[in-house]
């Protein structure tokens, strides 16, 4: 099986699965202190390491199980009335897309899509978002950092600057940002930041870093009420009675695991490795370069490649075919349906070798082929 889709759950080095196990060892071999001493204090711990390699502010972040929890929580945070709106992308992913219309369905509010064409200038992407943006109405905009269909890398710097001048809120939705991309999450001045470390931070699943503005933090509340909830933001959020905090303890050493290989040359791999993936993929469906679309910055380890018209292009179909490619070719990558397109997703990480791609594609077309009768 060659795994060509890490962008999805990630994939745990052996030293992290090492360093989380004898974590478990020492909850099991006494749960009582494992969990009554020390254990806020160690996760302060981690949380000030994860979050200085992310450039955020550690008293502003918190510890949490996944972007989509984040999402959820921020969400409850903001006050939404029947003549608000959430402004987000046609990019944004799925989970996160439910949850703003399930908010704004509780609230009376609407949730509003602007389209952003892929490959569109950074610039032109940040004047239609600009020109979405509507003063007085739009109470919060939701950005992709990266966005986890497309691919497509978004310059939510400047798009934070653009919302800014109207005192909107911003969230961003980082979930593969953190150890994929160079990133200082204070200088980007979000109103909230979102990223996933178990996917290319090599953390255990179930580790995400929120950030919160200073504005924001007292109306943060958790969705679980638990016994560190009189402490407020970020505690009584982390801190939920005998969960599984072994992932968040463990991940520091999923960055010094990525350190000790070199940030910057795991990167490069990882970029040409999968922009050579795109490429001979693309070839074999018959696609030129000009239809391979470029996430629009450096650094990107994950590429889609469209599909040929008809394939795909509804979730359900997306899932069924994403199935069928890893059964019958021995391949996981991500299918998606997005903008009434196929697309077919694949990452590059250093587990990864050329010929993966190069056996995928050439067996891919006349699969497709068949798939289609």
Known sequence: MSYLNHGSFGALPISVQRAQQRLRDEMESNPLRFFAVGLEDRIVHSRRHLATFLGADPD???LIQNTTAAVSMILRSVRLGPADEVLLTDHSYGAVTMAVR??????????????????LPA??????????????????????????ATAALFPVREIVAAAREHDIPVLVDAAHVPGMLPVDVSAIGADFWVGNLHKWGWAPRGTALMNVAPAWRRRIEPLVVSW????????AVEFQGTVDYTPWLAAPAGVFTLRTLGLEAVREHNEALVTYGQRVVGEALGLAPADL???GGPGVAMRVVPLPAGLATTVPEA???RQHIADKLATEVAVNAW??????????QVYNRPEEYERFAERLPAFLAEYQR
């Open 293 to 295: 679309p470029h996430p």
């Open 339 to 348: 903008g009434g397109r196929g697309l077919l997703r694949l990452s590059g």
């Open 123 to 148: 610039r032109e992407v940040v004047t239609r978002i600009r020109a979405a943006l509507r003063p007085g109405r739009t109470r919060l905009l939701v950005i992709d950092q990266l966005a986890s």
């Open 228 to 235: 560190a909830h009189d402490e407020g933001y970020p505690g």
């Open 319 to 321: 899932q069924a075919l």
């Open 60 to 62: 502003g972040s918190a």
């Open 102 to 119: 399930s908010r704004c369905r509780q609230a009376g509010a609407s949730a509003r899509t602007v389209a952003v064409p892929l490959g």
